[in-house]
T-cell receptor
Framework: GQNIDQPTEMTATEGAIVQINCTYQ??????LFWYQQHAGEAPTFLSY????GLEEKGRFSSFLSRSKGYSYLLLKELQMKDSASYLC???????????FGSGTRLQVQP | KAGVTQTPRYLIKTRGQQVTLSCSPI?????VSWYQQTPGQGLQFLFE???????NKGNFPGRFSGRQFSNSRSEMNVSTLELGDSALYLC????????????????FGPGTRLTVL
């Protein structure tokens, strides 16, 4: 089976940096996605990692360690609009189904 | 390029009824996946279609079914609705370039919020 864990809630201050962790256990790992979801809206794609290392995209970066089954999403220069749920999802070789973690609800405070 | 569209956006049904939801993928995308999102279970995979064929199926009862048309548009149907079927139903499309599987990003539509009374 698959198991994906991420913290339920996090709070951070506007302008700061926050790291959201995700650990997973799965066979046939073929990539990890991060999505952002504002309340009442659809998930929006943020990043995709399949090889070890850091992928940087503006204020957002995502890191993957396949040997440790670990990823994190780093958000820099936090803005109020970054208050949302952040979903970690894993895809397995030969399948197109994304398996999602339960999501981390991030609250950015002034 | 227009994003994934889903209709209707909101739906209220009663137990025992059936419902059909529609999804139009991003132009050029051939793969359509459906997910159910609830507060208790989170986002769960229902099924995926490509070239009018169901390629993957999640762990849902047979009351949940779907299909895909030649223009890649997809529908999902839920028969004999139960209270527990109340959820946000999300459709996602991906290009499926023929490269290694799993490398095509899925883009989500706004969802259909189904309430079963």
């Amino acid at each position: 089976g698959q198991n994906i864990d991420q913290p339920t809630e996090m709070t951070a201050t506007e302008g700061a940096i926050v790291q959201i962790n995700c650990t997973y256990q799965t066979s046939g790992f073929n990539g990890l996605f991060w999505y952002q979801q504002h309340a009442g809206e659809a998930p929006t794609f943020l990043s995709y990692n399949v090889l070890d290392g850091l992928e940087e995209k503006g204020r957002f970066s995502s890191f993957l360690s396949r040997s440790k089954g670990y990823s994190y999403l780093l958000l820099k220069e936090l803005q109020m609009k970054d208050s949302a749920s952040y979903l970690c999802a894993v895809i397995r070789t030969g399948r197109r189904a994304l398996t999602f973690g339960s999501g981390t609800r991030l609250q950015v405070q002034p | 390029k227009a994003g994934v569209t889903q209709t209707p956006r909101y739906l209220i049904k009663t137990r025992g009824q059936q419902v059909t939801l529609s999804c139009s993928p991003i132009s050029g995308h051939r793969s359509v996946s459906w997910y159910q999102q609830t507060p208790g279970q989170g986002l769960q995979f229902l099924f995926e279609y490509f070239s009018e064929t169901q390629r993957n199926k999640g762990n849902f009862p047979g009351r949940f079914s779907g299909r895909q048309f030649s223009n890649s548009r997809s529908e999902m149907n839920v028969s004999t609705l139960e209270l527990g079927d109340s959820a946000l139903y999300l459709c996602a499309s991906s290009f499926t370039s023929g490269r290694a599987l799993g490398t095509d990003t899925q883009y989500f539509g706004p969802g259909t919020r189904l309430t079963v009374l």
